[in-house]
């Protein structure tokens, strides 16, 4: 058959149904096309009925050329010349899989610009007739340093004829953002012609992340933007848990069995309510746990599950609510895991990470089980 568009594949399977007789043989072979290829490399013999993992990324693309197509054959032999194996053609399909995670970029269905500002200068901030706004200004928004690394993203803003921001994209992905970051906004309230950026009034732009970063206070808010959403692909949540009465807790411990191969991560936070808090439980924040275990923690192979152990920083958990209570402890709680992968840093392999046996334990006490 022919693709209808551009397919990644990280895994692949060919579904089918063969009948054989004796002294009777079928074997299949694929061409695949690296995904920065333009040409399939050579016949690889491979298993029906089987997943095969690709080492790196191949690609099927869209219109299909006869040197860079994804190609399967199926091979017969047979020692008897009055017999062969069967295929049913109506029964057999290809299956490709591609692994939906990133690295901690971000793209532009994270970004959210809910006031367009006034008095922008379109020369200098970008051309209202460029339908592509990434070619926009990149000194008007400011995106903070990533969590991990030092790959910061930029972002570019696009003005409309009349001095408002009408678009604002992703210029430079980044990576490493495991919590929200902020977005600075340049100058503004200006229009000095020496400024980078002149306008009348600025624009505020924002960032979905996965929640907050607890690192120096743990004290958080009921910030809207850590509840929901995120920019990391690859996420799991919990369903809510509930404490019995007079069993609330005040901290929280994570521990999990994982397939961490190197150049991927797993990361963990937790979204609490207290008993006394009236606010509703989907609009706290989740808030980023740290890693106790060592860091250079990585699994050797599919088969070796590492065990992960994941603490809440000072271990203790205490929030500010929307209204400005303070609270101590909570009563109900939910956990989120994201997974992480870095493709270059996997040059030779495609390594998922998996997790098994995932338990948290809530604590009557500060740091103790």
Known sequence: GNASSNTIIDTFKVA??????????THFDYYATDLAGSEKGSNI??????????????????????NNSFTINAYFESANTLISPILDNQRTGVITVENVINDGSLSNSDIVLSNTG??????????????VASEGNTSVFVVSAPDIGANTATIAANVHANGIINQVAVKHAGSGYIS???VTVVDGGTVDPGDAVRSSASAVVSIVGEGANNTVNVQTTNVASFSSGGNLKARYVSRRVTLEEGFDAMDLRLYMDAYKPRGSNIH????????????????KPWVLMYQKTADTTYSINENDFKRFQFNTFADKITYVSGGGANYQNF????????????????????????VI?????????????
């Open 16 to 25: 089918t149904e063969i009948i054989s007789f004796a002294n009777t043989y």
């Open 45 to 66: 013999r491979f298993k029906e009925n089987k997943n095969i993992d690709f080492k790196t990324q191949k690609q099927i693309t869209y219109p299909q050329a006869a």
């Open 118 to 131: 006034a008095g922008y200068f379109g020369a200098e901030v970008g051309n209202s007739t460029n339908p």
């Open 180 to 182: 929200t970051p902020t």
């Open 268 to 283: 963990a936070y937790y979204k609490v309510l207290s008993s006394d808090d009236s606010e509703p439980f989907d609009e």
């Open 331 to 354: 009563r109900t709680f939910a956990i989120k895991l994201v997974m992480t992968l870095d493709r270059v840093a996997q040059d030779s392999f495609i390594g998922i990470p998996k």
């Open 357 to 369: 046996n995932l338990r948290a334990i809530a604590l009557d006490s500060e740091g103790t089980p």
